[in-house]
T-cell receptor, first 114, second 115 residues
Framework: GAGVSQSPSNKVTEKGKDVELRCDPI?????LYWYRQSLGQGLEFLIY????????KSGLPSDRFSAERTGGSVSTLTIQRTQQEDSAVYLC????????????FGSGTRLTVV | AQSVTQLDSQVPVFEEAPVELRCNYS??????LFWYVQYPNQGLQLLLK??????LVESINGFEAEFNKSQTSFHLRKPSVHISDTAEYFC?????????????FGKGTRLSVIA
């Protein structure tokens, strides 16, 4: 597509529920990144996919967080047993091959855990 | 691991005044450097980047940043700001020699331009 598409744009969920956030990157971009943006905290790296290689999961804050990327395209970030501290904007970005090209970000999913 | 420090969380400045947003990164290894901008209620956009070559890089809307290896800095400047420059600005770094590592971002600087 023309840009990085994320859905839903807003999600309100009850504490303890599972949520799935979707990212559809730019066609042909092999690299896909998930970040979390909290007020005053900047962007926190979560996970990175590059082609068919094993993902870099080093930024995932706990084992409640997981992500997959199917067919080298669409990615889903799953948060199990959500907690109030998970409330944030979850951003997806893609780039052709490597980070030096610069990222194209999606508009994000604003997650609110109540 | 790299880290990025943006020394000012908020910068208020009057319209048509100059501005400098400061960015320092932690390691003096070869790096790629970026500035991203997030306008109110919009997503992040790439403003400018340094990969190699000239240490002074420019954006299409009048911003410039200078890579200073000895000071591990990549400060963003504009000689005369407009109301439309009001936004949050994020500095980011990636190690050139560590392969395709994700960008590390600073916490952002909120630029408020006052009429």
């Amino acid at each position: 597509g023309a840009g990085v598409s994320q859905s839903p744009s807003n999600k309100v969920t009850e504490k303890g529920k599972d949520v799935e956030l979707r990212c559809d990157p730019i066609s042909g971009h092999t690299a896909l990144y998930w970040y979390r943006q909290s007020l005053g905290q900047g962007l926190e790296f979560l996970i990175y996919f590059q082609g068919n290689s094993a993902p870099d999961k080093s930024g995932l804050p706990s084992d409640r967080f997981s992500a997959e990327r199917t067919g080298g395209s669409v990615s889903t970030l799953t948060i199990q047993r959500t907690q109030q501290e998970d409330s944030a904007v979850y951003l997806c970005a893609s780039s052709p091959l490597w980070a030096g090209y610069g990222y194209t970000f999606g508009s994000g999913t604003r997650l609110t855990v109540v | 691991a790299q880290s990025v420090t943006q020394l000012d969380s908020q910068v208020p400045v009057f319209e048509e005044a100059p501005v400098e947003l400061r960015c320092n990164y932690s390691s003096s290894v070869s790096v790629y450097l970026f500035w991203y901008v997030q306008y109110p209620n919009q997503g992040l956009q790439l403003l400018l980047k340094y990969l190699s070559g000239s240490t002074l890089v420019e954006s299409i809307n009048g911003f410039e940043a200078e890579f200073n290896k000895s000071q591990t800095s990549f400060h963003l400047r504009k000689p005369s700001v407009h109301i439309s420059d009001t936004a949050e600005y994020f500095c980011a770094v990636s190690d050139r020699d560590s392969g395709n590592t994700p960008l590390v971002f600073g916490k952002g600087t909120r630029l408020s331009v006052i009429a």
